[in-house]
């Protein structure tokens, strides 16, 4: 296609290079390409500045970028990046060719939006490529209920749902969760500032959980609030 015909209708927030911070693959180098905008507006959020700082882009124009291009591992994150039109798909099905590609997403509508990336064209032998990473939205976080019990069931063991917890009554839920979607991994993460990672782990071990899994927002303990684009 060419630079004139490109449709440039992604908003782009920001990409940059990390350490992917949460899910199964928490700790491995990536990059992250951030959109903007955002169907929900959870309390606790901690990128409300995507909601609305972002341009217009396309997906050629992601394509190469230098960072993108150079990574084997992409963060597909926002704001919500299912909250854009179906260029994302395209976009998803050219990177899971080559890269292995973590999408983070709220959750809303996530049956359809699963179902419209595996019925991608030609993405079918490279889904073993991509990651979901979906959140279950608890009632403190003000966006209860908007999420994905339905989508749920499409995902698979390389898959997760994660539960942003606030108290021990989400640690609970999130049980609940591992009960009904044996096919997936949960992931409870502590809510930044609100829980203390060190008794939600005491409280995990008490309970004797099995098969649900703590992690810690990793880039905020590696570098605070602070800025950790490389
Ligand atoms: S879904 Fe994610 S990006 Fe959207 S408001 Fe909630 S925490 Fe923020």
Known sequence: MSAKTEKKNLRLCQIFKSLSGEGLRSGYPATLVRFGGCNLSCRYCDTKYSWNYYHNTSVEEILGDERVRSAG???????EPFYQCDEIFRLIGILAKSKI???????????????KLYGALDLSDYKKNIRICSDYKTEESDEYARGALDGFELLTEKDCIKVV???????????????RFRRTNVLVSPCYGEIDPAKLADYMIDKNYLNLKMQIQLNKFLWGDGNFEK
């Open 73 to 79: 591992f992409i963060i597909i994150a926002g704001g």
């Open 101 to 115: 590609v973590e999408i983070e997403t709220n959750g809303v509508n996530l049956f359809d939006n699963i179902k």
């Open 165 to 179: 917890v606030q108290d021990f009554g989400d640690v609970d839920l999130a049980e609940k969760l591992v009960v």
